[in-house]
């Protein structure tokens, strides 16, 4: 008779039985079929992990790294404000950034000027608008302890500046005009939190160069430019007079997203900044451009401001493009009403004074 095993428990069915053969002849290394399954579930996650991470770069810092802390600009609460009102004084923050329905429905607020620098005889025009925008400012910029803010000017020193990282690190980001931020994400960033811009400079795809929550801020100069962002906004009948370039026809954004810019800023900006006289301000020749009154708005909004993308190239300088984005020269700022000098002077100024820090040359 041939002898079934020298072990009772054995039998040739028993993975437990070839394995301890194969290896030591063990009892201790036996792994049961339970055993076999956890530990290749436990070497496919394994697997699983180290290919996702290796196939994510910056995944597999997270994973397997701490992460390296990033290096924000110390922020100190109301410093903008306290280094800003040399220049403006002291009174300016009761104004709201933007205006409010309240203020013309309920009570009638006086102004003492006409558009851009106030909304003397606009009031009608402007109470239409302010009915179907909003005023508020997001609960993720409120509830910040200190507002680091970054104003992109749309000048051509941006071109290749690589700046787009930094400038998406700042807590607010805001841009001007038609300023494009696709394709050129490395040098402008991709974070816009809200884009200032007047009907005649609204040539731009909302939806393409903004983000969903960004802020589309009307700088009203006229009170035409009222009048078009109520047609645009109710789907009225567009009026096409009036405007010294064609203004968009179709413009889609959701109402919620606009607000209409305080005119007080583009006063003060006139007054205090460029120095033009009142009287000046009542005959309404010249008016800060939008990257100026932009850093003005942001002086009162933000604890930190810093600029990049500011500055024209000389003035004999006639070839040099101004703009990162497209081919036009100085000379298409001629009759503007832009006094671009006068411009940079206020600006120097406030770099000298530490109101400002420029991220590119100034
Ligand atoms: C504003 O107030 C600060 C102190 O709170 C003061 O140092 C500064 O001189 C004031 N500026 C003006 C223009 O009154
Ligand atoms: C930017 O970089 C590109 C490619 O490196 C180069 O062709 C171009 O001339 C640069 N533009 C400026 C304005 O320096
Ligand atoms: C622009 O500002 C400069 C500097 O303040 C001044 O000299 C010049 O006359 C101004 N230009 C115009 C057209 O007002
Ligand atoms: C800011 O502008 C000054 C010249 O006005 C320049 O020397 C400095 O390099 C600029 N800063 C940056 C970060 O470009």
């Known amino acids: 008779m041939v002898a079934r095993g020298s072990r009772d428990d054995s039998s040739p069915q028993e993975p437990c039985y070839l394995l301890r053969n194969m290896i030591s002849k063990s009892p201790a290394l036996c792994i049961y079929p339970a055993g076999w399954k956890l530990l290749a579930m436990l ?87 302010l009915a179907i925008t909003s005023y508020s400012i997001p609960e993720s910029i409120q509830s910040l302890k200190c507002r680091r803010c970054v104003v992109v000017g749309n000048g051509h020193r941006l071109r290749n500046s690589s700046l787009g990282d930094a400038i998406d690190k700042y807590d607010v980001v805001i841009r001007l ?43 009203a100069f006229k009170a035409m430019d009222f009048h078009w962002i109520e047609t645009i906004l109710s789907d009225k009948k567009r009026v096409q007079k009036g405007f010294w370039k ?73 070839k040099q493009t101004i703009h990162y984005y497209e081919q036009i020269t100085l000379k298409s700022m001629a009759g503007s009403g832009h006094n671009v000098t006068r411009e940079a002077l206020a600006i120097k100024r406030m770099l000298e004074m530490g109101v400002l820090k420029n991220l590119t040359y100034f």
Request: charged fraction near 20%; proline fraction near 8%.
């Open 246 to 318: 064609h203004p968009p026809l179709i413009w889609d954004v959701n109402p919620k997203q606009v607000r209409i810019l305080n005119p007080f800023f583009m006063e003060i900006a006139a007054h205090k900044l460029l120095n033009l006289p009142m009287q000046q301000l009542r005959r309404v020749k010249q008016k800060p451009t939008t990257g100026l009154l932009a850093i003005t708005m942001a002086l009162h909004l933000c604890d930190l401001v810093h600029i990049a993308g500011f500055g024209y190239p000389d003035a004999f300088d006639k």
């Open 43 to 129: 070497a496919l996650v394994l697997v699983v992990m180290v290919w996702y991470s290796i196939s994510r770069e910056d995944r597999y810092i997270e994973l397997f790294y701490f992460p390296i802390p990033e290096k924000k600009e110390p922020c100190f609460q109301g410093e903008a404000e306290r280094k800003a009102s040399v220049i403006f004084g002291n009174h300016t923050r009761d104004h709201p950034i933007f205006l409010q329905l309240k203020d013309y429905f309920w009570v009638k607020t006086p102004s003492a000027y006409e558009l851009p620098y106030g909304t003397k005889g606009s009031e009608d025009l402007l109470l239409r608008v």
């Open 177 to 219: 005009n038609n300023a494009p931020v696709a394709g050129y994400e490395g040098d402008v960033g991709t974070r816009t939190t809200m884009r200032l811009f007047y009907p005649e400079s609204a040539h731009f795809d909302p939806k393409v160069e903004n983000n969903p929550d960004t802020l589309l801020v009307l700088v």
